[in-house]
């Protein structure tokens, strides 16, 4: 139980587009779900919060104009990196709780790596 | 379909304590093993892992890897309160360029360390 997935699982696009990464819960209902950048060999940054049917909740440094946020439903989230650049090349994860907002209930998804041309 | 296992789930000591959580894993075209310790929302890493029976220390905190047995332990010595964490193991495969490049997380084991 307790599974994530996103999709696509990579994806290569030039600069200047726009990509949406999915960020699916299988089996279960998440009222919350986070969206990652992860670097080589580093912590996970947390970019964003996203709670079912309300604006997502942005960390500091990070354009919530560039990176759009969307959950609209309780097993659906996803991140449109807009006008995505060379620098936003990276690897994206989501992870799910089940709705305690408890860190320590998180499930994580597989990562989505981009790389913009 | 690509595994990680982690246990136990979870996990109460005292401080002082010595603590092995495990991590076994299944994966196609291994590349290497990541420990991640997660206190508040975003995990924060612990070791890369790739070559086999090489200890990967920290303070306290040490790692190693088993290929022939696809397993990684975690080793955290003299425990105190502020290692109450969660604890994540993760698989990364060979990225071959043609191929997905995606991360397996194991569910986690919850540590709690009493005083």
């Known amino acids: 139980g307790a599974v994530v997935s996103q999709h696509p699982s990579r994806v290569i696009c030039k600069s200047g587009t726009s990509v949406k990464i999915e960020c699916r819960s299988l089996?279960?209902?998440?009222?919350?779900m986070f969206w990652y950048r992860q670097f080589p060999k580093q912590s996970l940054m947390l970019m964003a919060t996203s709670n079912e049917g309300s604006k997502a909740t942005y960390e500091q440094g990070v354009e919530k104009d560039k990176f759009l946020i969307n959950h609209a439903s309780l097993t659906l989230s996803t991140l449109t990196v807009t006008s995505a650049h060379p620098e936003d090349s990276s690897f994206y994860i989501c992870s799910a709780d089940t709705g305690t907002g408890k860190y320590n209930e998180q499930f994580f998804g597989p990562g989505t790596r981009l790389t913009v041309l | 379909e690509d595994k990680v296992v982690q246990s136990p789930l979870s996990l109460v000591v005292h401080e002082g304590d010595t603590v092995t959580l495990n991590c076994s894993y299944e994966v196609t075209n291994f590349r290497s093993l990541l420990w991640y310790k997660q206190e508040k929302k975003a995990p924060t890493f612990l070791f890369m892992l790739t070559s086999s029976g090489i200890e990967k220390k920290s303070g306290r905190l040490s790692s190693i890897l088993d290929k022939k047995e696809l397993f990684s332990i975690l080793n955290i010595t003299a425990t105190q309160t502020g290692d109450s964490a969660v604890y994540l193991c993760a698989v990364e495969p060979s990225y071959s360029g043609a191929g997905s490049y995606q991360l397996t997380f194991g569910k986690g084991t919850k540590l709690s360390v009493i005083p």
């Open positions: 089996d279960f209902q998440a009222t919350t």
